[in-house]
């Protein structure tokens, strides 16, 4: 990933977080409010059947519309939410987007993982799990705080160098 686009996706989340609540020492309360930070930019999420076609969630620009499947567990939502609000804000060029459960699907490598390390940086933000982690130090009960998967956690505190 270009540098220029680390530092961008980094001001981005820093601008939602000063719109979310915080703890005494300044960090992002978990787990953040996704809905609230979609409100932000005045988007919509829908739950949606999307009929085994597996799809895990969708971007509309033009009516600025997110959706995700409805079948989904709660933190694979969430996700998804994120993933498609990084598109909203990095890639002012995707129009639509459609986010495959399975990867390798989409042609578009690049800013799908832009919109994933959006996501990672934005549901899990460094100065929260470097207070939390070292209470804890157990990769399931992190992620049960912060609404994300096992897995999401685990790459994050693997990303932050904390395991
Ligand atoms: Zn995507």
């Given at each position: 990933m270009m540098v220029i686009m680390k530092d961008k996706i980094t001001d981005l989340v820093a601008e939602i977080f000063e719109y979310l609540p915080k703890n005494r020492s300044g960090a992002p309360l978990a787990p953040i409010n996704i809905s609230k930070a979609i409100e932000l930019y005045g988007l919509k999420a829908y739950d949606v059947d999307?009929?085994?076609?597996?799809?895990?969630g969708a971007f509309d620009r033009s009516k600025m519309e997110i959706y995700v499947n409805?079948?989904?567990?709660y933190v694979i939502k969430i996700f998804t939410l994120a993933h498609e609000l990084g598109h909203y804000l990095?890639?002012?060029?995707?129009?639509n987007d459609v986010l495959f459960r399975?990867?390798?699907?989409?042609?578009?490598?690049k800013i799908e993982r832009e919109a994933n390390t959006f996501a990672a940086e934005l549901l899990m933000p460094e100065a929260a799990i470097k207070i939390y982690w070292p209470i804890t130090e157990n990769i399931q009960q992190l992620a049960d705080k912060f609404s994300v998967s096992y897995v999401a956690m685990r790459n994050r505190l693997h990303q932050l160098g904390l395991i």
């Open positions: 999307f009929k085994g076609q597996g799809i895990s409805s079948s989904d567990p990095l890639h002012k060029d995707v129009k399975e990867k390798g699907k989409h042609g578009r490598e």
